[in-house]
């Protein structure tokens, strides 16, 4: 167990609409990761947030957003989904600042189907 | 553009040690070697990093060549259960501008 807790675990859903992912970062942790992997694809990174603020962006789609809370988690927000979003959604945390390892701690992922 | 480059499988077999190398020619001074390992569709996890010198932990060892441009990592006696694809990463230690970027990275089989 890496003390990441991302939900839902599964979801289905249809083409056009909108979904939230939502990541529970280790306890302490500032960093918060987002990745895409497709069927049989590599980890896409998607966004970093560091204590509330976008700290790195990478190959993220402009209908989909993410935002850190005040309380450390995150959501991603996929909207206008279409059939290719279908993937596996993974967040990842670390500790970020004073002590970091750099090491990341990924949770078990969100399965996103579009139908 | 990857920072490091693998061979997209290796196969050991069970008890051996597994060998995976690493080039990482343009690493930077202050980059990092991590590795982690990724099991069938379960969230990557971390098994070593080093700057220069050899790390040894419970998982496994890095070797780490000393002009920095390649790396391999050693699992002792490999068994079943790692079988995985093996990320090898450069980046800084608190990070840099583009998050933390995965290559293709080596599928490993352990064979029975």
């Known amino acids: 167990d890496s003390g990441v807790t991302q939900t839902p675990k599964h979801l289905i859903t249809a083409t056009g609409q909108r979904v939230t992912l939502r990541c529970s970062p280790r306890s302490g942790d500032l960093s918060v990761y987002w990745y895409q992997q497709s069927l049989d694809q590599g980890l896409q990174f998607l966004i970093q947030y560091y204590n509330g603020e976008e700290r790195a962006k990478g190959n993220i789609l402009e209908r989909f957003s993410a935002q850190q809370f005040p309380d450390l988690h995150s959501e991603l927000n996929l909207s206008s989904l279409e059939l290719g979003d279908s993937a596996l959604y993974f967040c990842?945390?670390?500790?970020?600042?004073?002590?970091?390892?750099?090491?990341?701690?990924f949770g078990e992922g969100s399965r996103l189907t579009v139908l | 553009d990857a920072k490091t480059t693998q061979p997209p499988s290796m196969d050991c077999a069970e008890g051996r040690a597994a060998n995976l190398p690493c080039n990482h020619s343009t690493i930077s001074g202050n980059e990092y070697v991590y590795w982690y390992r990724q099991i069938h569709s379960q969230g990557p996890q971390y098994i070593i990093h080093?700057?220069?010198n050899n790390e040894t932990n419970e998982m496994a060892s890095l070797i780490i060549t000393e002009d920095r441009k390649s790396s391999t990592l050693i699992l002792p006696h490999a068994t079943l259960r790692d079988t995985a694809v093996y990320y090898c990463?450069?980046?800084?230690?608190?990070?840099?501008?583009?998050?933390?970027?995965f290559g293709k990275g080596t599928h490993l089989i352990i064979q029975p």
């Open positions: 080093g700057l220069k």
């Open positions: 990842a945390s670390s500790v970020a600042g004073t002590g970091d390892t750099g090491e990341l701690f």
């Open positions: 990463i450069v980046r800084p230690l608190g990070g840099g501008a583009d998050g933390l970027t």
